[in-house]
């Protein structure tokens, strides 16, 4: 997955603008929190602590992703972004558990806490959460951008929710109220970092690309006319934006250059109806068996146009 936007937009600008605004929220947060006697602002600290990180983590990702394959890295850097989403979710998933430990604390002893305080930084931290998640959702769509937001989409819902506490707090006098919301807004970064886990793991384990039917894919080749078989079909992610396929394909035994129109469809099949754009496929008209996962074509003489 490279990156082609820029300017103000840009990845790498926009993250480096959120990383700033972030850590003032933070130091905002903290203060306000320890004053307030607010588990709900000091759980929010650390949910945008893990946002932080995040960000800092996508910024050095984005970095990576742009340098140039080489001789030992023949697929350049893509999977750069797919491991820092995994260190951000495995992340979130650390401060809900965190999260849930202070505040089952707290619902055994609640603490009163400074319901308008909460309010006030809640609201703006509202407003900053849902600048940052617009502009990141402008500025690209692989996984590692949407990991980090999603972090701040958690943030935003769960700052709206801190507002909706602290007036009830005011309305009840109710300081279990508290705690309560910890646990709300716990459940939901949990939600979210698993769901990235589940994504990036199944890229780097090269499991099929979100989204694609492997039985699709192989009725849409068979549909092309000069296709007599399609087998040994692989298709998985290099990076979150960047999808690979390779397969043997059997046609009749026909000169190269007839065999090329055949090819060229295939590819604009895939590229149309898949988005899959790095492809190695075998041409063969004998008869193969499989062993050990290969194919190997049975008898000799045989010839293979690879492409």
């Known amino acids: 997955m490279h990156v082609h936007v820029h300017g103000a937009g840009s990845p790498k600008r926009v993250l480096k603008i959120s990383l700033g605004v972030t850590l003032a929220y933070i130091v905002l947060l903290v203060v306000a929190g320890i004053r307030a006697h607010s588990l709900a602002l000091l759980s929010e600290a650390g949910h945008n602590l893990s946002d932080f990180l995040a960000l800092l983590l996508s910024l050095v990702a984005v970095y990576l992703q742009s340098r140039p394959a080489s001789s030992t890295k023949t697929y350049g850097y893509h999977r750069a972004g797919v491991l820092a989403a995994l260190v951000n979710a495995v992340s979130l998933v650390a401060v809900a558990f965190f999260i849930f430990y202070e505040a089952f604390r707290r619902?055994?002893?609640?603490?009163?806490?400074?319901?308008?305080?909460?309010?006030?930084?809640?609201?703006?931290?509202?407003?900053?959460?849902?600048?940052?998640?617009?502009?990141?959702?402008?500025?690209?769509?692989?996984?590692?951008?949407?990991?980090?937001?999603?972090?701040?989409?958690?943030?935003?819902?769960?700052?709206?929710?801190?507002?909706?506490?602290?007036?009830?707090?005011?309305?009840?006098?109710?300081?279990?109220?508290?705690?309560?919301?910890?646990?709300?807004?716990?459940?939901?970064?949990?939600?979210?970092?698993?769901?990235?886990?589940?994504?990036?793991?199944?890229?780097?384990?090269?499991?099929?690309?979100?989204?694609?039917?492997?039985?699709?894919v192989e009725t849409a080749i068979r549909s092309i006319e000069g296709v007599n078989d399609v087998h040994d079909l692989h298709c998985w992610s290099i990076g979150s934006e960047s999808r690979a396929l390779s397969c043997h394909i059997a046609i009749a035994d026909i000169p190269p250059s007839i065999s090329e129109r055949i090819l060229r469809d295939v590819k604009e099949c895939l590229h149309h109806e898949f988005r899959i754009d790095h492809t190695t496929i075998q041409f063969e008209h004998i008869q193969c068996e499989v062993a050990h996962g290969c194919v190997i074509p049975v008898g000799e003489g045989e010839e293979h146009h690879r492409h």
């Open 107 to 216: 619902l055994q002893q609640p603490q009163q806490v400074q319901a308008s305080v909460m309010m006030g930084v809640a609201a703006a931290g509202v407003v900053m959460n849902g600048a940052i998640a617009l502009l990141l959702y402008r500025s690209g769509g692989d996984v590692n951008i949407r990991s980090a937001l999603l972090h701040e989409v958690g943030d935003t819902l769960s700052t709206a929710a801190v507002i909706a506490g602290g007036w009830a707090i005011l309305a009840t006098g109710d300081y279990w109220i508290d705690p309560a919301l910890s646990v709300g807004i716990g459940v939901l970064i949990l939600w979210s970092g698993f769901g990235i886990v589940r994504e990036t793991l199944n890229i780097l384990l090269e499991g099929t690309p979100r989204g694609v039917k492997l039985e699709m």
